[in-house]
């Protein structure tokens, strides 16, 4: 079978909650202390990838780690009862959902040794998230065990490394190698800049990437403190088409010109502040959309109803679809409860570019597969959270009740037993 990019949702954990942890993430801080919805927020995550299958896409899913993380709590020296609120929330938070930020890939045809490598992100810079990384590492191991794949650890926390998020390849129909792009930031204003170059470099090393073909690219501080805190909430690339706001890097015109020298063929749909100024890009996460090729060709931007309801950004796509541009097709998906804590479409999945074959079936869906967990989480996903609930024994009971009936529905009981 030939190389097929896969979408790997994750699924939104029974924990989703609205603790308001991302300093940098504006709709995060916005959001704090409001109730969550588990249940609903979790089927609209199955819900967006049914139209996904229904694009003739290929899906994958990831499941939630263990919550509370009740290792990383023990090595604080503490448990969820008696931990302050604050390391509570952080040892509860569902993140993990943003698959973006699980791993950075580079997909067989760019490596050295012909494998698809993965990189486990060490998302230290955020409390919150800097502990996803082992359950993460487990999951990976499993899915992606073919020898057709090599799995990486973190790279050194000293050096904070979010995934995908900041990671963009381009390819173009002629036949030209791929070209790999990382997006790392300096400084973000008051906002911390949660890619490191470093990690970065390391990354493209251990990936075995063609230095003549990699390029390292800084993100603007503006984008950055504008609440812009990864790079695929104002730019996101697929295929030959890069789509990015005009303010996503620091050198505009340097980054652009490296890329069109290195593949001519490529099309760079710029989007000027004029015409959606960057607080509406990213109120809207126009650039946090999933950009696929559709089996016939078409270039398909799938973006959050947010979208639709910023008339710069809806005014903008109208142009371009109008204009016959590179991006010929726009799909709505309702995603809100995962916006509302800064996780668009885009970030819910991990691409990886590979031979379905050759991955762990358990970890791919169709339909009928996509019924059964939607059973699941109807069944045992709690309805609503509040955020001073994250310690009430109930909660954490039908958590964590509610992470093994998935692991059941899906034969992944395995990962049950894996620390996390
Ligand atoms: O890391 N939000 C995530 C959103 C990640 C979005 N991912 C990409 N852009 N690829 C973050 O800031 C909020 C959690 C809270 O506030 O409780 C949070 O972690």
């Given at each position: 079978?030939?190389?097929?990019?896969?979408?790997?949702?994750?699924?939104?954990?029974?924990?989703?909650?609205?603790?308001?942890?991302?300093?940098?993430?504006?709709?995060?801080?916005?959001?704090?202390?409001?109730?969550?919805?588990?249940?609903?927020?979790?089927?609209?995550?199955?819900?967006?990838?049914?139209?996904?299958?229904?694009?003739?896409?290929?899906?994958?899913?990831?499941?939630?780690?263990?919550?509370?993380?009740?290792?990383?709590?023990?090595?604080?020296?503490?448990?969820?009862?008696?931990?302050?609120?604050?390391?509570?929330?952080?040892?509860?938070?569902?993140?993990?959902?943003?698959?973006?930020?699980?791993?950075?890939?580079?997909?067989?045809?760019?490596?050295?040794?012909?494998?698809?490598?993965?990189?486990?992100?060490?998302?230290?810079?955020?409390?919150?998230?800097?502990?996803?990384?082992?359950?993460?590492?487990?999951?990976?191991?499993?899915?992606?065990?073919?020898?057709?794949?090599?799995?990486?650890?973190?790279?050194?926390?000293?050096?904070?490394?979010?995934?995908?998020?900041?990671?963009?390849?381009?390819?173009?129909?002629?036949?030209?190698?791929?070209?790999?792009?990382?997006?790392?930031?300096?400084?973000?204003?008051?906002?911390?800049?949660?890619?490191?170059?470093?990690?970065?470099?390391?990354?493209?090393?251990?990936?075995?990437?063609?230095?003549?073909?990699?390029?390292?690219?800084?993100?603007?501080?503006?984008?950055?403190?504008?609440?812009?805190?990864?790079?695929?909430?104002?730019?996101?690339?697929?295929?030959?088409?890069?789509?990015?706001?005009?303010?996503?890097?620091?050198?505009?015109?340097?980054?652009?010109?490296?890329?069109?020298?290195?593949?001519?063929?490529?099309?760079?749909?710029?989007?000027?502040?004029?015409?959606?100024?960057?607080?509406?890009?990213?109120?809207?996460?126009?650039?946090?959309?999933?950009?696929?090729?559709?089996?016939?060709?078409?270039?398909?931007?799938?973006?959050?109803?947010?979208?639709?309801?910023?008339?710069?950004?809806?005014?903008?796509?109208?142009?371009?679809?109008?204009?016959?541009?590179?991006?010929?097709?726009?799909?709505?998906?309702?995603?809100?409860?995962?916006?509302?804590?800064?996780?668009?479409?885009?970030?819910?999945?991990?691409?990886?570019?590979?031979?379905?074959?050759?991955?762990?079936?358990?970890?791919?869906?169709?339909?009928?597969?996509?019924?059964?967990?939607?059973?699941?989480?109807?069944?045992?996903?709690?309805?609503?959270?509040?955020?001073?609930?994250l310690q009430r024994p109930s909660l954490i009971a039908t958590v964590e009740n509610a992470r093994s009936a998935l692991l059941q529905t899906l034969d992944l009981a395995v990962l049950a037993s894996r620390k996390g």
């Amino acid at each position: 079978m030939p190389i097929r990019e896969i979408n790997f949702d994750g699924i939104i954990g029974p924990s989703h909650n609205y603790a308001g942890l991302s300093l940098g993430n504006l709709a995060s801080t916005m959001h704090r202390g409001e109730a969550s919805c588990p249940r609903a927020a979790a089927l609209q995550g199955v819900d967006k990838m049914r139209a996904n299958l229904a694009l003739g896409l290929v899906q994958g899913v990831f499941v939630p780690p263990p919550r509370p993380a009740r290792a990383w709590l023990a090595d604080l020296g503490t448990d969820i009862e008696r931990a302050e609120p604050e390391i509570a929330a952080n040892a509860m938070s569902a993140s993990a959902m943003w698959a973006a930020n699980a791993a950075t890939v580079s997909p067989a045809p760019d490596t050295a040794d012909g494998r698809c490598h993965l990189t486990v992100a060490n998302l230290r810079t955020m409390p919150h998230r800097s502990h996803e990384w082992v359950a993460t590492l487990a999951q990976l191991e499993l899915a992606f065990a073919d020898a057709a794949f090599a799995v990486h650890g973190p790279v050194p926390a000293a050096f904070g490394d979010e995934g995908a998020a900041n990671h963009m390849r381009l390819t173009t129909r002629h036949g030209e190698p791929a070209i790999e792009l990382f997006v790392y930031g300096r400084t973000g204003g008051p906002f911390p800049a949660r890619q490191h170059i470093e990690a970065s470099k390391a990354i493209a090393r251990r990936h075995r990437l063609d230095p003549s073909r990699t390029l390292f690219v800084e993100q603007s501080e503006e984008a950055i403190a504008a609440g812009a805190f990864h790079n695929d909430v104002v730019a996101v690339a697929n295929e030959r088409v890069l789509f990015a706001h005009a303010k996503a890097f620091a050198n505009r015109d340097a980054t652009l010109a490296a890329i069109t020298a290195l593949l001519p063929g490529v099309e760079i749909v710029e989007v000027a502040d004029a015409e959606v100024p960057l607080a509406d890009a990213i109120r809207s996460y126009l650039f946090n959309a999933q950009l696929v090729t559709t089996p016939d060709g078409a270039s398909t931007l799938i973006v959050p109803e947010e979208a639709r309801e910023t008339a710069s950004v809806w005014e903008w796509i109208a142009r371009h679809l109008a204009s016959n541009g590179a991006i010929r097709r726009v799909e709505v998906v309702d995603v809100r409860q995962s916006m509302a804590n800064g996780g668009g479409p885009a970030c819910l999945r991990l691409r990886v570019a590979c031979d379905p074959a050759v991955v762990d079936p358990r970890f791919l869906v169709d339909e009928a597969k996509l019924d059964r967990i939607a059973a699941t989480i109807a069944a045992t996903w709690p309805e609503e959270i509040a955020t001073d609930d994250l310690q009430r024994p109930s909660l954490i009971a039908t958590v964590e009740n509610a992470r093994s009936a998935l692991l059941q529905t899906l034969d992944l009981a395995v990962l049950a037993s894996r620390k996390g």
